[in-house]
T-cell receptor, first 116, second 117 residues
Framework: ETGVTQTPRHLVMGMTNKKSLKCEQHLGHNAMYWYKQSAKKPLELMFVYNFKEQTENNSVPSRFSPECPNSSHLFLHLHTLQPEDSALYLC???????????????FGPGTRLTVL | AQKVTQAQTEISVVEKEDVTLDCVYETRDTTYYLFWYKQPPSGELVFLIRRNSFDEQNEISGRYSWNFQKSTSSFNFTITASQVVDSAVYFCALSVRTIQGAQKLVFGQGTRLTINP
């Protein structure tokens, strides 16, 4: 596997379900990100992890719970979601550190989530 | 606050035409980076170019070219002799560095480009 992978690619869940999205990067990066892309809004940054530490939580509801056990893996745990949470969830990774601002982010293919 | 505006929601042209995608940004930072990404129907964002705020030199890569003008806070993207495979959603993004050194990207709304044969 190369680049950034995400599983599952598609997920349908009810509002009472608990599920998790997984992201894995094989690029040796040390920063990972979750983005939400819905039909009516631009790409929204949800969380940032830098060297496994969460450095950004963009006012995301607590029904989304991220986990970053190491620099290569990132999870997004979902519980009691709402239909408006249906969207494409994209994971990305990049180099970070003192020169972090200029490093491009590499994106995974996304998980298309539908909440019924 | 940082903001990126892509005023063109959708553009449709005939193959071989040239097309320019507009991007206007707002930031108070003196050092920043601008990016363009392409999102084909498969969903994955593909990195196209990075430009830092100190380098206003235009860049050309094959049929792609970028015009960065700090005076107007614009970073426009031109595709010359467009092809059907260029059909995608294109995003302009502004990078901000967080205190801890990670990168935070602010995206524009995206421009859906359709190239008709």
């Amino acid at each position: 596997e190369t680049g950034v992978t995400q599983t599952p690619r598609h997920l349908v869940m009810g509002m009472t379900n608990k599920k998790s999205l997984k992201c894995e990067q094989h690029l040796g990066h040390n920063a990972m990100y979750w983005y939400k892309q819905s039909a009516k809004k631009p790409l929204e940054l949800m969380f940032v992890y830098n060297f496994k530490e969460q450095t950004e939580n963009n006012s995301v509801p607590s029904r989304f719970s991220p986990e970053c056990p190491n620099s290569s893996h990132l999870f997004l745990h979902l519980h009691t979601l709402q239909p408006e949470d249906s969207a494409l969830y994209l994971c990305a990774s990049s180099h970070a550190g003192l020169a972090g601002g200029n490093n491009e982010q590499f994106f995974g293919p996304g998980t298309r989530l539908t909440v019924l | 606050a940082q903001k990126v505006t892509q005023a063109q929601t959708e553009i449709s042209v005939v193959e071989k035409e040239d097309v320019t995608l507009d991007c206007v940004y707002e930031t108070r930072d003196t050092t920043y980076y601008l990016f363009w990404y392409k999102q084909p129907p498969s969903g994955e964002l593909v990195f196209l170019i990075r430009r830092n705020s100190f380098d206003e030199q235009n860049e050309i890569s094959g049929r792609y070219s970028w015009n960065f003008q700090k005076s107007t806070s614009s970073f426009n993207f031109t595709i010359t002799a467009s092809q059907v495979v260029d059909s995608a959603v294109y995003f302009c993004a502004l990078s901000v560095r967080t205190i801890q050194g990670a990168q935070k990207l602010v995206f524009g709304q995206g421009t859906r480009l359709t190239i008709n044969p």
